[in-house]
T-cell receptor
Framework: DVKVTQSSRYLVKRTGEKVFLECVQDMDHENMFWYRQDPGLGLRLIYF???????EKGDIPEGYSVSREKKERFSLILESASTNQTSMYLCASSPPPGTQGGTDTQYFGPGTRLTVL | QKEVEQDPGPLSVPEGAIVSLNCTYSNSAFQYFMWYRQYSRKGPELLMY????GNKEDGRFTAQVDKSSKYISLFIRDSQPSDSATYLCAMSVNYGNKLVFGAGTILRVKS
């Protein structure tokens, strides 16, 4: 079974703090993604990575950065947390095309609920 | 206008009912369509996957895609309380490309 783990289930931080959210997958997947999920807005893509040291901006990258030094680990960084970054953060991974029998499956972690006060 | 529209619900049905969940979209280039199920305080998990138009059935679940109408559906037969969850539709243009999600529909099945 694919397992995607996230470092914390719940996190409370203060405005202006630097926040690190860690994600680790154990299936040797090339692709990794960070989303935030807000009521009424669904999942919105923040950043994604197709390989080690590679990163691409998603739809809402402002205020965030990422790091992928190892294939299994993808970190989301909030340089200076703000209250509008209070949200559920979901990490996902997927194999490259053609390795999943045609399924473009993304496997999700359990999420980190971040509150910024 | 959002690229993918999905009624957030909540949709409340009695046990045993047939449930219909729907999404509409505006980008005619979408070719890959998925339904994810998300239980409370968990990450989404893939439920159904279809490519292009047509139907796909898996047990009590049937996914339909009508590209001419830009409309996708998920049907759940003989719904169970354990089906209570948020259902998210997702779609992508190219194989392996990033997914665009709907907002999710909250489903409650009452016993």
């Amino acid at each position: 079974d694919v397992k995607v783990t996230q470092s914390s289930r719940y996190l409370v931080k203060r405005t202006g703090e630097k926040v690190f959210l860690e994600c680790v997958q154990d299936m040797d997947h090339e692709n990794m993604f960070w989303y935030r999920q807000d009521p009424g807005l669904g999942l919105r893509l923040i950043y994604f990575s197709y390989d080690v040291k590679m990163k691409e901006k998603g739809d809402i990258p402002e205020g965030y950065s990422v790091s992928r030094e190892k294939k299994e680990r993808f970190s989301l960084i909030l340089e200076s947390a703000s209250t509008n970054q209070t949200s559920m953060y979901l990490c996902a991974s997927s194999p490259p095309p053609g390795t999943q029998g045609g399924t473009d499956t993304q496997y999700f972690g359990p999420g980190t609920r971040l509150t910024v006060l | 206008q959002k690229e993918v529209e999905q009624d957030p619900g909540p949709l409340s049905v009695p046990e045993g009912a047939i449930v219909s969940l729907n999404c509409t979209y505006s980008n005619s280039a979408f070719q890959y369509f998925m339904w994810y199920r998300q239980y409370s305080r968990k990450g989404p998990e893939l439920l159904m996957y279809t490519y292009s138009s047509g139907n796909k059935e898996d047990g009590r679940f049937t996914a339909q895609v009508d590209k001419s109408s830009k409309y996708i559906s998920l049907f759940i037969r003989d719904s169970q309380p354990s089906d209570s969850a948020t259902y998210l539709c997702a779609m992508s243009v190219n194989y392996g490309n990033k997914l665009v999600f709907g907002a999710g529909t909250i489903l409650r099945v009452k016993s």
